[in-house]
């Protein structure tokens, strides 16, 4: 990483925007799915953005500007059952932005943008470390990433603390902030429903460790086109879900 720095710098004098996006998966009961491998996704996923921030921090802060951006994905505020050390990475990541924005918050021409993009067409899930026996599949709605792509070019040019890629993200995130318990345990049964419905496949590693040779890809081919309108069926039915449960939990306090 410092490296890397030091040869952005060499080449144009200085570093205007900073982007940290790596990101691994491994899917599987927690106790049986290696602890190498939990380490090492916490390694990728959070340890891989607190080295480049480290590196380049002092970079930015000699300038007094620059922008930092994180994708966290909405996995930093929902956590995912069978993917512990995924959510534990996650949620890490948040967190280390938040006190790192506090940190910097003295210097107003340094930026700390996060943005939190719900499940993407991207070949990651294909990629991932695989311990469930079954084969993965993001759930629906599946995101264009173009979409993710076009909200890091608009946080570049007016830098904002907090992003939300699709609005599925948000209402994920205000499940969780509303019915923290029943988001959890819905969230536990909807994966346990996948996996006995979900076909065999061969346990791996994925590219945990090392890369892979397949689904080099953009997309991920798993899902809608991704634009703003083409979600909304999902959202309304989300939306009732919610309305109705709220109603059901009202009613049983009476």
Known sequence: MIR?????????DRIDVWVNN???LAAGDFDKTPMAVHEQVIKTNLLGYMNGAHAVLPIIKEQEWGTLINIISIGGYLPV???????????GLRGWSEALKAELSAWPEIYVCDLFPAFLDTPGISHAGNYTGKVLKPGPPVYDPARLAQA???VTASPASNNYVGSISRLFKLSHTLFPGLTVKAA???MRRYFGSAGPITMT????????????STHGRFGLAGKPKAHRKYIAAALLAGLALG????GSRR
């Open 247 to 250: 109603t059901a939990i009202i």
């Open 205 to 216: 590693d994925g590219n945990v460790f090392t890369t892979v040779d397949y689904g080099m």
């Open 81 to 91: 059952p069978y993917g512990a050390g995924y959510t534990a990475a996650k949620f």
């Open 22 to 24: 790596a990101g691994v």
């Open 4 to 12: 890397l720095v030091n040869e952005a710098v060499d080449w144009q």
């Open 152 to 154: 890091m070019v608009k």
């Open 188 to 190: 536990g049964t909807v």
